[in-house]
């Protein structure tokens, strides 16, 4: 049952908001206030620690899914989660559990720095370490590997594929992608996040992303520790932090160079480009500023609403269920 290289046709039903969660802000919102339960699908999961091969000696710590009832010829699928998330962010767990389901070994990655990652690494994630994930796969058994791998991204993550995708192009071990909510434009979506409308989510995120950065392993100097301390936002902290502790000279050089919407240009396989109009953190004009059509392997799917990572419909989560008509539509029976 080989995957198909062929981007696909692909019809989504129309998003519709469950009740009472209208809008975006409730839609984004809506895991952290009603809590739901992690849907549990039959598997077998297990601690997998990869090595990164940029000489720092960091390790990524992932879990594995194995399916009780496994499909062969399928790609394996990776996941990426955004800031201040991990392998147990309920996005995650449940998009996870329809592949599961559907005969994918999966692999819920743990960024650098973040999660059960954070005790095996010096440095830290952002939103453009493609060669993370690069990384990642190559480290993972073969026979996980041998039909390629799907990026999926939320978010943060979601950039993170988009760019990797565009990097790679044709003939890589990376055969389709699926982003969802991906901050394209990395240098406006933090500006939206410094908007007083945003003060809350703008907390809420930069709290422990600024927690884990100075954990217990992390390595950096004084002045980068105190620049941590100081950022009262995620465009003080790209300014003072990421920026020169990447070899940036501005944060704007560090946006120019990592935001997906400079590479979606070469992608040379089938990519889901899911985003929503209302999306409160990430502002929807970088993907209304691009001539998709112009791009024929990408399949954008935008909705009018659907919020940050929420789109809870009436019938399940929306962009689960994108996710798994575009990987059916991928396969050849």
Excluded at 14 to 40: E, I, M, T, Y
Excluded at 129 to 150: K, Q
Excluded at 314 to 333: N, P
């Amino acid at each position: 049952m080989p995957f198909s290289d062929q981007a696909p046709r692909l019809e989504l039903a129309p998003f519709r908001a469950r009740l009472p969660w209208l809008g975006g802000d409730l839609q984004s919102v809506r895991n952290a206030l009603a809590k739901p339960v992690p849907p549990r699908p039959a598997a077998r999961s297990s601690r997998l620690i990869l090595p990164l091969a940029d000489g720092t000696g960091d390790r990524l710590h992932v879990t594995l899914d194995e399916p009780a009832a496994p499909r062969p010829g399928l790609p394996l699928a990776l996941f990426a989660h955004g800031v201040s998330g991990s392998e147990d962010s309920y996005y995650m767990l449940a998009t996870a559990a329809r592949l599961i389901e559907r005969g994918y070994h999966v692999v819920r990655l743990n960024l650098r720095g973040a999660g059960p990652s954070r005790i095996d690494c010096k440095r830290h994630y952002h939103a453009g370490r493609s060669g993370d994930l690069r990384d990642a796969i190559a480290a993972l058994p073969t026979a996980l590997t041998a039909n390629g791998a799907v990026a999926v991204g939320f978010s943060l993550g979601g950039n993170t594929v988009l760019k990797l995708a565009g990097e790679q192009g044709a003939g890589g071990p990376v055969v389709a992608v699926a982003s969802v909510c991906a901050p394209i434009d990395i240098g406006l979506t933090t500006a939206n996040l410094a908007r007083r409308r945003n003060k809350v989510y703008q907390k809420v995120l930069l709290k422990p992303f600024k927690a884990e950065y100075v954990a217990p392993g992390a390595e950096l100097s004084d002045a980068l520790r105190a620049a941590v301390e100081r950022a009262r936002n995620f465009a003080e902290f790209d300014a003072t932090v990421t920026a020169p502790r990447n070899g940036y000279a501005s944060a704007q050089a560090f946006y120019d160079d990592n935001g997906a919407r400079h590479h979606v240009a070469g992608i040379r396989v089938p990519a889901l480009v899911i985003a929503a109009q209302d999306d409160p953190i990430v502002p929807f004009a970088p993907y209304a500023a691009i001539d998709w059509r112009a791009l024929p392997w990408t399949i954008p799917a935008f909705t009018r609403t659907g919020g940050h990572v929420g789109h809870h419909g009436r019938d399940g989560i929306w962009y689960v269920e994108a996710i798994d008509r575009f990987l059916a539509s991928l396969e050849q029976r």
